[in-house]
């Protein structure tokens, strides 16, 4: 069965919404607190050891049964049980959407097509343990008998993005191994990743579910080329192993049948780090800690299915990121997590976000009427408090801002966790509460400063606050609390997608640009510029001299 296509503006719930928007949006989250000092008791979730805090909102308990009502009259419920039961909801591309059968248990039974996907998933998962342990153990060897040092991920978009931000993030589990990136077809980018590598002892991972993509088949034969210089052709059986979906390209490119991870359509490559792609995640952190990542998201993907909506953690958070996006109108959202290690979170999510929600024609092939996919940024505190954070606190724009935070710190460092966690807490507190003219007043008062300077730099001091902002305050970062998280934010663009009538699991605003790349290729190769624009027929031949 298809997803339904209901215009959520066309909704009895989106109405209300908007008349309650129109009576409430006056109102300061401040106000909010002082009208109930319980507020925090009812807008909080806890599940497992996530605790998450999203009073400080402009909401009330009437916004939340509204947004319910929304979601209930779009079908959020059908739709997640369209979803997890593998029916074709990418309808673009005929599709199933089922990254989450790749983290449910063995005994699960999932369904494509009449066929139960689970007993495959596990055969590669297996391969993945065997191979990965016997890497890190230096069972397996290199082409002149040495156990292999440095692990290097080629892959761009989904089939780097996801392995990038683990690794980064689970550094502290990490074995002896030295993992590298290569992704943009910047021939730069890529030399500066060889030429730190001994051939004879670095093991090559190509990542590319269609095994088509320019960037990466560029890359790979650009190293192979590299490798090549000190080894023989039949060494590459040996350095060289791929996850793909496409078995003939994989197998022209020379790779040993051994070393293939196949992967399924059913997996998007901005949802695959659970697949095979997660390869060098298990060769960084071992197969069990991977697991690990795994089975948070199972344990979230089960909350998501199971927990009712008002207690639901996605569903929560992405009602609250749609009365945002489309009552009040906020255009991006920033992420701040309080811990170094999720450094790359937010570039993970801007492709998960915005490439499955940036769509602007609705599941009725129409275009729709109203915002869709929200703009992710961010980095983490205390850094971009340094960074960006004066246009958070006074700017004129509405962010809201999602606040990722630990309990513990992994080294034990009480002294420096206490300091980043003091500013965890200030910013989300001093966010809502701004700071009024009457304090600003009280503090040059203080200071003794005259009358006529106060008067002058008073405006300049003043912070309206009222910025809403939702903490997700985590126990602990480990490879399974961070699978929750991601997890999370899939499930949280999953509902997002269901309620603006949109298709969230094909990209095609990305083949333009490839297409057009392709021919001016051409172009460049023959030196000689066709037809185009004034602007980049100017620009083409400027570079076609220069270089
Ligand atoms: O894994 P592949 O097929 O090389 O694709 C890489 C990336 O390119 C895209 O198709 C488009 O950018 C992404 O969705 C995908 O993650």
């Given at each position: 069965?298809?997803?339904?296509?209901?215009?959520?503006?066309?909704?009895?719930?989106?109405?209300?919404?908007?008349?309650?928007?129109?009576?409430?949006?006056?109102?300061?989250?401040?106000?909010l607190f002082q009208q109930d000092s319980a507020r925090a008791e009812k807008f909080n979730l806890?599940?497992?050891?996530?605790?998450?805090?999203?009073?400080?909102?402009?909401?009330?308990?009437?916004?939340?049964?509204?947004?319910?009502?929304?979601?209930?009259?779009?079908?959020?419920?059908?739709?997640?049980?369209?979803?997890?039961?593998?029916?074709?909801?990418?309808?673009?591309?005929?599709?199933?959407?089922?990254?989450?059968?790749?983290?449910?248990?063995?005994?699960?039974?999932?369904?494509?097509?009449?066929?139960?996907?689970?007993?495959?998933?596990?055969?590669?998962?297996?391969?993945?343990?065997?191979?990965?342990?016997?890497?890190?153990?230096?069972?397996?060897?290199?082409?002149?008998?040495?156990?292999?040092?440095?692990?290097?991920?080629?892959?761009?978009?989904?089939?780097?993005?996801?392995?990038?931000?683990a690794v980064e993030a689970l550094q502290f589990y990490k074995n002896h191994l030295n993992l590298?990136?290569?992704?943009?077809?910047?021939?730069?980018?890529?030399?500066?990743?060889?030429?730190?590598?001994?051939?004879?002892?670095?093991?090559?991972?190509?990542?590319?579910?269609?095994?088509?993509?320019?960037?990466?088949?560029?890359?790979?034969?650009?190293?192979?080329?590299?490798?090549?210089?000190?080894?023989?052709?039949?060494?590459?059986?040996?350095?060289?192993?791929?996850?793909?979906?496409?078995?003939?390209?994989?197998?022209?490119?020379?790779?040993?049948?051994?070393?293939?991870?196949?992967?399924?359509?059913?997996?998007?490559?901005?949802?695959?780090?659970?697949?095979?792609?997660?390869?060098?995640?298990?060769?960084?952190?071992?197969?069990?800690?991977?697991?690990?990542?795994?089975?948070?998201?199972?344990?979230?993907?089960?909350?998501?299915?199971?927990?009712?909506?008002?207690?639901?953690?996605?569903?929560?958070?992405?009602?609250?990121?749609?009365?945002?996006?489309?009552?009040?109108?906020?255009?991006?959202?920033?992420?701040?997590?309080?811990?170094?290690?999720?450094?790359?979170?937010?570039?993970?999510?801007?492709?998960?976000?915005?490439?499955?929600?940036?769509?602007?024609?609705?599941?009725?092939?129409?275009?729709?009427?109203?915002?869709?996919?929200?703009?992710?940024?961010?980095?983490?505190?205390?850094?971009?408090?340094?960074?960006f954070f004066q246009l958070i606190h006074q700017g004129t724009k509405l962010i809201p801002t999602?606040?990722?935070?630990?309990?513990?710190?992994?080294?034990?460092?009480?002294?420096?966790?206490?300091?980043?966690?003091?500013?965890?807490?200030?910013?989300?507190?001093?966010?809502?509460?701004?700071?009024?003219?009457?304090?600003?007043?009280?503090?040059?008062?203080?200071?003794?400063?005259?009358?006529?300077?106060?008067?002058?730099?008073?405006?300049?001091?003043?912070?309206?606050?009222?910025?809403?902002?939702?903490?997700?305050?985590?126990?602990?970062?480990?490879?399974?609390?961070?699978?929750?998280?991601?997890?999370?934010?899939?499930?949280?663009?999953?509902?997002?997608?269901?309620?603006?009538?949109?298709?969230?699991?094909?990209?095609?605003?990305?083949?333009?640009?490839?297409?057009?790349?392709?021919?001016?290729?051409?172009?460049?190769?023959?030196?000689?510029?066709?037809?185009?624009?004034?602007?980049?027929?100017?620009?083409?031949?400027?570079?076609?001299?220069?270089?």
């Open positions: 069965m298809a997803l339904n296509t209901t215009n959520p503006t066309g909704t009895e719930a989106w109405k209300n919404l908007q008349n309650h928007y129109n009576a409430i949006h006056k109102t300061t989250i401040q106000e806890q599940w497992n050891d996530f605790l998450v805090d999203y009073s400080k909102n402009n909401i009330s308990q009437e916004t939340i049964s509204l947004l319910l009502e929304l979601a209930n009259s779009i079908g959020v419920k059908d739709a997640i049980a369209q979803y997890f039961g593998g029916e074709l909801i990418n309808q673009t591309e005929n599709r199933a959407v089922l990254h989450t059968a790749l983290r449910a248990p063995e005994s699960a039974v999932i369904k494509v097509d009449g066929e139960n996907v689970i007993p495959e998933v596990y055969e590669v998962k297996n391969k993945i343990k065997n191979f990965t342990d016997e890497v890190i153990s230096g069972q397996r060897k290199g082409y002149t008998g040495k156990a292999f040092t440095d692990v290097v991920n080629i892959g761009i978009g989904g089939s780097d993005l996801g392995p990038v931000m590298h990136f290569v992704s943009n077809v910047d021939g730069d980018h890529v030399n500066e990743v060889i030429k730190r590598l001994n051939p004879e002892t670095t093991l090559f991972v190509i990542v590319s579910k269609t095994f088509t993509t320019q960037e990466t088949l560029s890359n790979s034969e650009t190293i192979k080329e590299w490798f090549l210089k000190s080894a023989t052709q039949e060494d590459i059986a040996k350095h060289f192993a791929a996850v793909s979906t496409n078995i003939k390209n994989v197998t022209e490119f020379g790779i040993n049948p051994d070393n293939v991870f196949p992967m399924w359509d059913w997996v998007g490559g901005r949802f695959s780090l659970w697949s095979a792609v997660g390869l060098s995640i298990a060769l960084a952190i071992g197969f069990e800690n991977y697991n690990q990542l795994l089975v948070g998201a199972n344990e979230m993907d089960e909350h998501f299915k199971s927990a009712e909506f008002d207690k639901n953690i996605p569903v929560t958070l992405a009602l609250l990121s749609v009365w945002y996006n489309n009552f009040y109108g906020a255009e991006s959202e920033a992420l701040i997590p309080y811990t170094q290690y999720l450094s790359k979170l937010a570039p993970y999510l801007q492709q998960a976000t915005m490439e499955s929600n940036g769509k602007s024609v609705g599941r009725d092939g129409k275009p729709v009427n109203y915002q869709t996919g929200t703009i992710i940024w961010g980095e983490p505190g205390t850094n971009s408090q340094h960074a999602d606040f990722i935070g630990f309990v513990k710190p992994l080294y034990g460092n009480e002294d420096h966790h206490d300091k980043l966690m003091s500013n965890f807490f200030a910013q989300t507190e001093a966010l809502m509460n701004g700071k009024t003219e009457a304090q600003v007043q009280a503090e040059f008062d203080k200071q003794g400063l005259s009358a006529e300077k106060a008067s002058y730099l008073r405006p300049f001091k003043v912070f309206t606050g009222n910025k809403p902002t939702n903490t997700i305050l985590i126990q602990k970062l480990t490879p399974k609390s961070l699978g929750s998280l991601i997890a999370l934010y899939e499930h949280k663009i999953f509902v997002q997608g269901v309620i603006w009538n949109i298709f969230s699991f094909d990209q095609w605003g990305v083949e333009l640009g490839k297409q057009l790349a392709n021919s001016i290729l051409d172009e460049i190769n023959s030196k000689t510029v066709k037809n185009h624009d004034s602007s980049t027929s100017f620009l083409l031949n400027h570079f076609l001299k220069n270089k």
